[in-house]
């Protein structure tokens, strides 16, 4: 086969790759789309166990989401890889310091390594626990509402320990806000 032949089976090749790519992309994000569309009704099975478990926060200490009830929660699956986790932090950064007072927590469970998470954490100052998750966080986030195991994905958790709303994706501030706001 001489050159131009496989350059222009590289080039088709790499094309094919990339109209996929768009192709899978495009159905990733319809079907995000569409869970947040049709609001997937969750049980209140998912807060218990959220409330019930106990990770590691950034120091390797173990930390227990339920000694944080009474507060309205804002408990938010993310990873650094994550562009959309990394576009929604600081409007979740600026909302802790605005309503904190108010009996507002943000907790941040991180799907990542952590020395990339106190990295990222430095750069953005966050100002809330951060919580490292493995597969475990993962199944938390499933049995909240997160069917696709998409990241971010957000829980709001009443003063009750009751599951008041959830978000598959980047939620901004003006989604969330009057959500907070109400429950505060």
């Given at each position: 086969?001489?050159?131009?032949w496989k350059?222009l089976?590289?080039?088709g090749?790499?094309?094919?790759a990339?109209c996929?790519g768009?192709l899978?992309?495009?159905?990733?994000n319809?079907s995000?789309?569409?869970?947040?569309a049709?609001n997937?009704?969750?049980?209140?099975?998912?807060a218990?166990?959220i409330l019930?478990?106990?990770?590691p926060?950034?120091q390797?200490?173990?930390q227990?989401?339920?000694?944080w009830?009474?507060?309205?929660?804002?408990v938010?699956?993310?990873?650094?890889?994550?562009?959309?986790?990394?576009?929604?932090m600081?409007?979740?950064?600026e909302?802790?310091n605005?309503l904190?007072?108010?009996?507002l927590?943000?907790?941040?469970?991180?799907?990542?390594?952590a020395?990339?998470?106190?990295?990222?954490?430095?750069?953005?100052?966050?100002?809330?626990?951060?919580?490292?998750?493995?597969?475990?966080a993962?199944?938390l986030?499933?049995?909240?509402?997160?069917?696709?195991?998409?990241?971010p994905?957000?829980?709001?958790?009443n003063?009750?320990?009751e599951?008041a709303?959830?978000?598959v994706?980047?939620?901004?501030?003006?989604?969330l806000e009057?959500?907070?706001?109400?429950?505060?």
């Open positions: 086969m001489n050159i131009l350059s089976l590289y080039i090749v790499a094309v094919l990339i996929l768009f899978l992309q495009e159905t990733k319809s995000a789309t569409k869970l947040v049709q997937v009704p969750v049980t209140n099975d998912g218990s166990l019930a478990t106990t990770l926060d950034l390797g200490k173990n227990s989401i339920s000694q009830k009474g507060k309205v929660l804002v938010n699956f993310w990873a650094t890889w994550c562009e959309p986790c990394r576009r929604e600081p409007e979740f950064v909302l802790q605005e904190r007072d108010q009996g927590l943000f907790i941040g469970i991180a799907m990542d390594q020395s990339k998470v106190q990295q990222f954490n430095k750069e953005i100052g966050v100002n809330y626990p951060i919580l490292l998750g493995g597969i475990e993962m199944e986030a499933e049995a909240a509402g997160n069917r696709y195991a998409v990241l994905f957000t829980v709001i958790l003063r009750n320990g599951i709303s959830t978000h994706g980047l939620i901004s501030r003006d989604k009057p959500i907070l706001k109400a429950l505060l």
